[in-house]
């Protein structure tokens, strides 16, 4: 495999820098109320650019050849996937809940 | 290539495409991708009846756990996951004792981490979070209702993640002790390498079940 990354090193410390500053922009996103797909796209956007960061360069993947970073990031791809497929039970499921449960507490749901 | 002639335990009857360090790196990757989807599927289950429970029927995961302590060893990971980029380029320049030293702090990162973990875990099945109930009232007072499914979910993610960490503790400490021995140089590190890809992969796993169990 690919012997390029090893005389040229990343600066790891920006890298850790960067890491730092996306937990605490995480932290401070996920804590005040507000909608919930908002704040899931925001914390997931935020946390993939995390693993990318690690993987990129505290793995060298970013230093790799090509198809390796194309076979790892196959099974991320399968498991978006796996979610996708999820969706229908998911949302029967709600309904069925909604069915049976009071009109109060079906507002509620929506809601959010 | 030409690193196999250097191993003195090379047979070289045909040409091998893959190198014992390549092979060695391949194989870890092979296995690392395996692991994702182990996790993915555990998050995707987690989502899957986190969203099909609703929101009376889940609950709110920050009322039972604090952020705090969690983001805390987020950074702990993060420290360990950058000691080993570390420890790894010392070696790469041939600096056996700072190696030696760097991978030490990774491993006290990891144990820093698992002791946090049990602390953690102690302090939630104390207040009624087990795999079977929930609390009656969140850890902070706010009223919960019904019994769900988060208890088992938690446990199973955060503790195969820990036996993860675990696994890479002892993972850690048997290079450490190859280095301390002096099996590694700057010509013969790939080990060093494959262990650094295992321990930060258990990073970026942490990353998303941080984000995914404590945050949402």
Redesign the interface.
């Known amino acids: 495999?690919a012997?390029n990354g090893?005389n040229e090193?990343p600066k790891?410390?920006l890298?850790?820098l960067y890491?730092?500053i996306l937990?605490a922009i995480?932290?401070g996103?996920?804590?005040p109320e507000y909608s919930?797909v908002i704040?899931?796209i925001l914390?997931?956007g935020?946390?993939c650019g995390?693993?990318i960061l690690?993987?990129a360069?505290?793995?060298?993947l970013k230093f790799e050849k090509g198809i390796?970073a194309a076979?790892?990031i196959?099974?991320?791809l399968?498991?978006v996937f796996?979610?996708i497929m999820?969706m229908p039970?998911?949302t029967m499921?709600?309904r069925l809940?909604?069915i049976e449960?009071p009109a109060a507490?079906v507002v509620?749901?929506t809601?959010? | 290539m030409e690193?196999a002639t250097t191993l003195d335990h090379t047979e070289d009857v045909y040409e091998p495409s893959l190198t014992p360090?390549?092979l060695g790196?391949?194989g870890m990757?092979i296995f690392?991708?395996?692991d994702?989807?182990s996790f993915?599927?555990l998050?995707?289950a987690y989502?899957?009846l986190r969203?099909?429970?609703?929101?009376?029927?889940w609950v709110p995961p920050?009322e039972i756990l604090g952020?705090n302590l969690t983001?805390g060893m987020?950074?702990l990971l993060?420290?360990s996951?950058?000691t080993?980029?570390?420890a790894l380029?010392s070696i790469?320049k041939g600096n056996v004792s700072r190696m030696c030293t760097f991978l030490g702090l990774t491993i006290l990162g990891g144990v820093i981490f698992l002791g946090l973990q049990a602390y953690e875990w102690t302090h939630l099945i104390k207040h009624g979070l087990t795999l079977t109930d929930i609390p009656e009232h969140g850890l902070k007072g706010g009223a919960i209702s019904g019994s769900n499914l988060f208890g088992p979910t938690f446990y199973a993610i955060t503790g195969f993640h820990g036996l993860h960490v675990t696994g890479g503790v002892i993972y850690l400490i048997v290079i450490l002790i190859h280095g301390l021995r002096g099996r590694y140089t700057a010509e013969f590190n790939h080990e060093v390498?494959i262990v650094?890809?295992y321990w930060?992969?258990v990073?970026?796993i942490w990353?998303?079940v941080?984000?995914?169990i404590?945050?949402?």
Not at chain 2, 51 to 57: F, K, L, M, Q
């Open positions: 495999m012997q090893h090193h790891y410390m890298i850790f890491l730092f937990t995480e932290v996103v996920a804590i919930i704040k899931g914390l997931i935020l946390a995390k693993a690690v993987a360069y505290f793995m060298h390796l076979i790892v196959t099974p991320f399968i498991c796996l979610v999820l039970d998911i499921d709600s809940n909604a449960k507490e509620d749901t809601q959010r | 690193q360090d390549s790196k391949l990757w690392l991708i395996g994702t989807m993915g599927a998050l995707a989502a899957a969203a099909g429970a609703g929101v009376i029927g920050s952020i983001a987020t950074f993060i420290c996951s950058v080993m980029v570390k380029e790469q390498e650094g890809l930060h992969f990073d970026l990353i998303m941080f984000t995914f404590y945050l949402l």
